[in-house]
């Protein structure tokens, strides 16, 4: 397969040749850097690489290219290459021009780039070449046949997988997923000598290859949180404090969406002890967002995925436990130690035991509400998906798919969706979004 194409479009031919230059010194040897000065020479050779399947990472454009401008061609960009990033190329100080600002604010709101870059003003650059890192970075993590750290093996629209896909994206666990019975799962599954290599049905097969090789047959959620290193117990996980310093704790955060992820940044950073069970996934609702762009401090905006694993590594570093794939069942008042002082709490955690607390924080946030269609529920992880928009979105390549829902969340998975799927439907049972 060819090297991926970092492509960037600039009327301006000494602004060309720097930025060519900048990304080829930086990023030639892993990339094909193409110059183009005019968009419609620039237009053809995106459309030639869709033919041709080859990857595009990422598309630098001037916004004032005669002919077809620069947002008008990154829109083209979007459905040509759904994965590449786009961004708007303008000169240092073009923030203070009404008309460049318009153009980019305009642009982002249309979903037709995903920011803008300023031009590399001195050689090396190391702003620009950051910048670029970062959206090649986002890029790698979309393309499916890249080598990964983790691959899965499993049936195709096996609902088995479609929950392990999500556990994994979900906790930010870069992964591939691979249909049994494709060549490149039989190679896999041959390698690390799992059984029924050539069957479709066989059993679910987790390859760590980032972490020694290992390999899991049909694990359950908690095992595969185990050999990724995430905690899922109360005795600690194995990196900070022994089992009584988890089982008794100044302050139990229950829930690790957003809300409970800086209750456990900020409670841990103020030297309390933490812990923080979670039933399903770090990020909560927002880990099945495939773009957050209101979060204080991302201008660019992130996943929720990437959001929620900044949030865990951070709370992680300050010493707080998580705990996840548990549930609290129960909390109820605990006697002081001592029979007086202050009063505590005694949680309940599925399978796992209790957990003694001063403090009880409830981030539990709200869980989405089922359609209650018996015909659509048993199809549930095969073809009907709730809220997994960016987990599956891949596999819905050039299908017909259907969004049920109004709010914020279908518009997102919309705009999402529409990259790859062939058609995408809104079905809302009010007049209007
Ligand atoms: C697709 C989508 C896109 C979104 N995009 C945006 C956006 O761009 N910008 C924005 O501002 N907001 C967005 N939101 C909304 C945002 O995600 C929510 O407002 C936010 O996640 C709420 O955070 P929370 O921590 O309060 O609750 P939640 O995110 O709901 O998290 C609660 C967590 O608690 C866990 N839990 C519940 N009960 C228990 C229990 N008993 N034991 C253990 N764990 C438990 C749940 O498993 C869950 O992980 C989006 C939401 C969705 C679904």
């Known amino acids: 397969m060819a090297r991926p194409l970092l492509l960037v479009v600039d009327r ?12 080829a010194r930086r990023f030639g040897a892993d990339f094909r850097v193409r110059g183009e000065s005019d968009s419609t020479v620039a237009l053809e050779q995106l459309r030639l690489a869709a ?55 305009r642009g982002m709101s249309h979903g037709d780039i995903d920011y803008y870059v300023l031009e590399p003003w001195s050689s090396p ?16 993590r979309t393309v499916e046949n890249r080598r990964r750290e983790v691959v899965v093996v499993g049936a195709a629209r096996d609902p088995r997988g479609h929950a392990v896909r999500s ?10 997923y691979l249909d049994r019975g494709t060549p490149e799962a039989v190679a896999v599954l041959r390698s690390v000598e799992a059984p029924e290599p050539t069957s479709e049905d066989g059993p679910l097969v987790i390859w760590l290859a980032a972490l020694g090789g290992r390999v899991l047959l049909d694990p359950t959620d908690v095992e595969i949180c185990r ?27 229950v829930g690790a969406g957003p809300a409970g992820l800086a209750a ?34 991302f201008s660019r905006g992130l996943s929720g995925a990437e959001l929620a694993q900044r949030g865990f590594q951070q709370a992680w570093v300050f010493g707080a436990r998580f705990v996840l794939t548990r549930r609290v069942t129960a909390v109820q008042p605990d006697a002081p130690p001592d029979g007086a002082g202050v009063p505590r709490f005694r949680a309940t955690v599925s399978d796992v035991g209790e957990v003694r607390a001063r403090a009880v924080l409830l981030a539990t946030g709200v869980a989405y509400r ?46 999402h969706l529409q990259r790859y799927a062939a058609v995408v439907a809104i079905v809302v049972r009010t007049p209007d979004l």
């Open 51 to 105: 033919e041709r399947r080859d990857p595009v990472a990422l598309v630098l454009a001037d916004p004032w290219l005669p002919g077809v401008g620069g947002a008008e061609l990154l829109r083209s960009v979007r459905t040509l290459h759904p994965d590449a990033a786009r961004a708007l190329l303008v000169p240092w100080g073009a923030w203070a021009d009404r008309r460049t600002a318009d153009e980019i604010l």
């Open 167 to 176: 556990l994994l994206t979900r906790n930010g666990i870069p992964h591939a």
């Open 12 to 23: 301006d031919l000494d602004a060309l040749a720097r930025t060519e230059g900048e990304l």
């Open 125 to 140: 650059d190391e702003l620009f070449c950051r910048t670029v890192s970062e959206f090649v970075q986002v890029w790698s």
């Open 370 to 415: 089922r359609l209650g269609v018996p015909a659509l529920e048993a199809l549930s992880g095969s073809g009907v998906y709730y809220g997994a928009n960016v987990s599956e979105a891949h596999g819905l390549a050039g299908a017909h798919t259907v969004i049920v829902g109004g709010g914020n969340s279908a518009g997102q998975a919309a705009l």
């Open 264 to 297: 456990a940044v900020y409670g841990s950073s103020e030297g309390l002890s933490v812990v923080c069970v979670e039933e399903q996934a770090l990020g909560g609702q927002a880990g099945t967002s495939s773009l957050i762009r209101n979060y204080l401090g």
């Open 227 to 253: 050999a990724w290193g995430i905690g899922t117990d109360l005795g600690g996980d194995g990196a900070h404090g022994g089992e009584d310093e988890v089982r008794d704790v100044d302050l139990l955060v």
